[in-house]
């Protein structure tokens, strides 16, 4: 944290109003509280492919931040903007609607509204063995989701944006 809160300072420092982001997988996400510079950053992305902390953290093979570690930052922080999650599409995971629905419901139980979902690039072995095709995952959307805005480029990737009511009635 001392590496990133001396980057973070000299950056704030020659341009004042930065726009900086932070992308993680959540490891020693507690100690995001100690930055400096926490109110100045305009989000925190973090890579966390299941709903379940231990699932999650299997994932990774390290301890990667808690749902209670996220809503403890955004608490601390008192901005609901400063969170986004980035989830990729897993075999026997995170693979089907009603999967990213329980996914979706958890991040709503927080108020963490900006979630991503993408598919793997089958680039390795690992990668060709659970991919998961985001257009079978997304194609029969129900009623708690409302797409907003969807572009494409065949070439390059998809995206979808939308809106989801959580079970609590979040969005």
């Known amino acids: 944290i001392n590496r990133l809160?001396?980057?973070?300072?000299?950056?704030?420092?020659?341009i004042?109003?930065?726009?900086?982001?932070?992308?993680t997988n959540g490891i020693n996400f507690e100690k995001i509280k100690e930055l400096d510079s926490l109110n100045k950053i305009?989000?925190?992305?973090i890579s966390r492919h299941h709903y379940n902390d231990e699932i999650n953290n299997q994932?990774?093979?390290v301890k990667t931040a808690s749902w209670n570690d996220i809503n403890d930052l955004l608490?601390?922080?008192?901005?609901k903007y400063l969170i986004r999650l980035n989830c990729l599409l897993i075999k026997d995971k995170i693979d089907k609607l009603e999967e990213v629905q329980k996914y979706l419901d958890k991040a709503a139980e927080i108020?963490?509204?900006?979630?991503g979902f993408v598919s793997l690039m089958p680039s390795n072995e690992y990668c060709k063995e659970n991919f998961v095709n985001f257009n079978d995952v997304f194609i029969n959307l129900n009623s708690k989701f409302f797409s907003t805005l969807h572009f494409y480029?065949?070439?390059?990737c998809e995206c979808c944006?939308?809106?989801f009511l959580g079970e609590n009635g979040n969005l």
Do not use: S
């Open 75 to 79: 608490k601390f922080t008192n901005n």
């Open 161 to 163: 944006n939308g809106i």
């Open 5 to 14: 809160n001396t980057v973070l300072n000299k950056v704030f420092e020659i």
């Open 59 to 61: 994932i990774f093979g």
């Open 111 to 115: 108020n963490v509204f900006r979630v």
């Open 16 to 23: 004042p109003d930065a726009f900086v982001t932070i992308n």
């Open 153 to 156: 480029d065949t070439n390059i």
């Open 42 to 45: 305009d989000g925190i992305h």
